[in-house]
């Protein structure tokens, strides 16, 4: 018997230990630890199936980005969770569990009688590649096939960031985010503050610029660059922007502004929107991405930043 099928036994039943616990655990704090394990597992599956792309995308948003927000959001939960005394009684949870397998048990059923081969447009993808002046697959589907898509995901995100600081009351509005705010930092995380953001800068590019013909991209390589942005943030070396920066306004839209502008240009182009002129389809491609890449990069950063508060009040000042 392979190596390979124990090893993927194993990947399969961990998984599904995980998510029982991610479910079944009272503790939000621990449902969140279980969710930041589950979605690394996850990301060794999309290795073993052979997409590298997705198993980076689910284990820097996934598990990365995802979980921070959410192990950020329990730790600013009150002791005493109110969510906890009105928590449904066992019999909705009895029906919920019931639906839930009769939806798994019907996704598994639509899987499993699949003709054989299975329908797929992979090979007309492949065929019509070329065209796109790319090389790896995902990033000719992601930003020439289903490009509109594309573009819908990249405004989701700004909006979600108008919606973040939407939350932030009146009088906090024009502040700086302050979730990332931490007692003074120690030397150990100021050193790593100060060392790691230049190798994790060049990391970022890498995974932007390899993403035309290799596995990486926009997403990836933005996660990293938040990332290291987080860090400095979080060591006290800099503070986030405030709200009302236009430049930081600018960077968050600018991916996207980008992406329209080269979708418009190719009604007079290519004759249609988000089509690529011949012999310019390539550069288009990286235009969009290296854009896309510093918005959604700062976006994530915003994100974790939290809403604007008030600016404390300066201790200098005279009465």
């Known amino acids: 018997m392979s190596l390979t099928v124990p090893v993927d036994l194993g990947l399969a039943?961990?998984?599904?230990?995980?998510?029982?616990?991610?479910?079944?655990?009272?503790?939000?704090?621990?449902?969140?630890?279980?969710?930041?394990?589950?979605?690394?597992?996850l990301a060794l599956v999309w290795v073993r199936l052979g997409s590298v792309?997705?198993?980076?995308?689910?284990?820097?948003?996934?598990?990365?980005l995802t979980g921070l927000l959410l192990l950020r959001a329990a730790a600013r939960l009150p002791p005493d969770d109110p969510a906890?005394?009105?928590r449904p009684g066992r019999g909705i949870r009895v029906l919920a569990a019931l639906l839930c397998a009769v939806v798994t048990a019907g996704l598994a059923t639509v899987v499993l009688l699949l003709p054989e081969p299975a329908p797929t447009l992979a090979p007309a993808a492949a065929a019509n590649l070329p065209a796109t002046?790319?090389?790896?697959?995902?990033?000719?589907?992601?930003?020439?096939?289903?490009a509109i898509d594309t573009l819908g995901e990249s405004i989701v995100l700004v909006l979600a960031l108008v919606g973040l600081w939407a939350l932030a009351p009146d009088a906090a509005w024009g502040g700086r985010p302050g979730a990332l705010?931490?007692?003074?930092?120690?030397?150990?995380?100021?050193?790593?503050?100060q060392v790691l953001p230049p190798f994790g800068i060049l990391v970022g590019i890498?995974?932007?610029?390899?993403g035309a013909d290799h596995p990486g991209g926009k997403f990836q390589g933005a996660t990293v660059l938040?990332?290291?942005?987080?860090?400095?943030?979080?060591?006290?070396?800099?503070?986030?922007?405030?709200v009302?920066?236009?430049?930081?306004?600018?960077?968050?839209?600018?991916g996207s502004l980008l992406f329209v502008a080269i979708g418009i240009a190719g009604i007079w182009l290519a004759e249609a929107f988000l089509a690529y002129p011949d012999g310019l389809a390539k550069p288009f491609i990286l235009a969009i991405e290296a854009a896309l890449t510093l918005s959604v990069a700062v976006i994530l950063g915003l994100l974790l930043a939290g809403p604007p508060e008030a600016e404390p009040p300066s201790t200098g000042a005279r009465s």
Not at 53 to 64: F, I, N
Not at 206 to 210: G, K, M, T, V
């Open 53 to 64: 792309d997705v198993a980076l995308t689910e284990a820097a948003l996934g598990s990365g």
């Open 181 to 193: 705010r931490t007692p003074p930092a120690g030397s150990a995380l100021r050193f790593l503050a």
């Open 13 to 41: 039943l961990l998984l599904l230990g995980l998510a029982v616990w991610v479910i079944a655990t009272s503790a939000t704090y621990r449902a969140a630890e279980g969710f930041i394990a589950y979605g690394l597992v």
């Open 244 to 254: 009302t920066s236009r430049s930081m306004r600018w960077l968050v839209v600018a």
């Open 133 to 146: 002046g790319v090389g790896n697959p995902v990033t000719g589907v992601l930003l020439a096939y289903r």
């Open 84 to 86: 906890e005394a009105a």
């Open 206 to 210: 890498h995974l932007l610029w390899i």
């Open 226 to 242: 938040a990332a290291m942005w987080v860090l400095v943030i979080v060591a006290g070396l800099r503070q986030p922007p405030a």
